[in-house]
């Protein structure tokens, strides 16, 4: 009896939120598309004011989706020229609109190719991208903020930069002035059965510490329950904390497993 051939293919399990907080509006925006075998994730946290930063986020996402759509490929080149797009047309609005002069948003990018199982990453401002193998993180990406340049030259403690006054203070954001370019990975991460990815806003992960997150991974066997227990935490974790306000808080959960499929 003839069998058939199997091959191992990566199988793409995500789940998205996005919360608008005790904040007026939400200028947090997220979007995800598949082009063949590769997959495209950005996220966005806008500020500004007259509604600015929802539109700069807005306008930021849907240039990427936009140009990855229409020329899907992957390569750190690519990537770049997904959020220089983005920002070619924040700045277009800004210069056509002025009550959003002062617009301005966070960026983080994730670019999966399936069929040779990498992926490659790219952000702007203090909006993460953690990568996790066998539930524990193996990498993070560095905040563009005031205090990560303090943890840098060891004036500040990384495990105290949720709580730094000038955590909020950003040095690179798309439609912000300055010389500052997107931070892109230059070598492919290669991927393995089991590895995940959380993208968060700062409305997120400043309320769930990193062993919590690496906590609800092991704890839960898909992308939407591992978020859902997450945001758990986070809810109890503002209750027991002397906070008022939440910010808008947003997130992806991407976990990548083999399965067989035929030749």
């Known amino acids: 009896m003839h069998k058939p051939n199997l091959k191992l293919a990566m199988h793409l399990d995500a789940a998205q939120f996005t919360a608008i907080g005790t904040r007026k509006t939400n200028e947090d925006a997220l979007a995800w598309a598949n082009e063949d075998e590769l997959a495209c994730f950005v996220l966005a946290d806008g500020t500004g004011g007259h509604s600015g930063g929802e539109i700069a986020a807005r306008l930021a996402i849907d240039a990427v989706i936009e140009k990855f759509v229409r020329e899907a490929s992957f390569s750190a080149r690519a990537l770049r020229s997904y959020l220089d797009w983005a920002i070619l047309k924040v700045a277009q609005s800004k210069r056509d609109n002025l009550s959003q002069r002062q617009m301005s948003t966070t ?142 808080f947003s997130a992806f959960a991407i976990c990548l497993h083999d399965e067989q499929v035929k030749r």
């Open 107 to 248: 960026i983080a990018a994730v670019l999966i190719d399936q069929s040779n199982r990498c992926a490659l990453w790219a952000h702007m401002g203090d909006t993460r991208i953690y990568q996790f193998r066998q539930g524990r993180i193996k990498a993070v990406s560095k905040d563009h903020s005031q205090a990560q340049r303090l943890v840098d030259a060891g004036m500040a403690d990384y495990s105290r930069i949720r709580q730094h006054p000038h955590r909020n203070r950003l040095f690179a954001a798309i439609g912000a002035e300055g010389d500052s370019v997107p931070e892109v990975t230059a070598d492919a991460l290669e991927l393995r059965h089991g590895d995940a990815f959380l993208m968060c806003t700062d409305g997120f992960w400043e309320w769930v510490l990193e062993h919590e997150m690496e906590f609800c991974l092991a704890t839960t066997n898909s992308s939407e329950a591992w978020l859902s227990k997450m945001n758990a935490i986070a809810e109890k974790n503002i209750s027991t904390s002397k906070a008022i306000n939440r910010d808008n």
